[in-house]
């Protein structure tokens, strides 16, 4: 059984730094790769970033790029994601999936093992 397990989360100032890792288990093969994603209340999911396994290739949402830096332990199947800077904007619950493709994808329906979730919160 596949299991995904998000940890780092917490409360922070704005202009702070917190850094999210996400463990993948139960894997019979690597994943093809992972990304980030995140849920503030009321609103719906949304893609945060994402690494291809093989090559490492990253990609990220406008909204964090230059800030956040998503990377990988492949004998670990573990991904990180370093967050600096940190706004408001950025509070929500930051969940980490394995992807079904190996190429760059936002869409939550090419991600298949979600983890639980880790709360952000960054206050003004």
């Known amino acids: 059984q596949v299991q995904v397990d998000e940890s780092g989360g917490g409360l922070v100032q704005a202009g702070g730094s917190l850094r999210l890792s996400c463990a993948a288990s139960?894997?019979?093969?690597?994943?093809?790769?992972m990304g980030w994603f995140r849920q503030a209340p009321g609103k719906e999911r949304e893609f945060v970033a994402g690494?291809?396994?093989?090559?490492?290739?990253?990609y990220y949402a406008d909204s964090v790029k230059g800030r956040f830096t998503i990377s990988r332990d492949n004998a670990k199947n573990t991904v990180y994601l370093q967050m600096n800077n940190l706004k408001p904007e950025d509070t929500a619950v930051y969940y980490c999936?394995?992807?079904?493709?190996?190429?760059?994808?936002?869409?939550?329906?090419?991600?298949?093992?979600w983890g639980q979730g880790t709360q952000v919160t960054v206050s003004s």
């Open positions: 690494i291809t396994w093989n090559l490492g290739t990253t």
């Open positions: 139960g894997l019979t093969f690597s994943p093809r790769s």
């Open positions: 999936a394995t992807g079904t493709r190996s190429y760059y994808s936002r869409a939550l329906s090419d991600y298949d093992n």
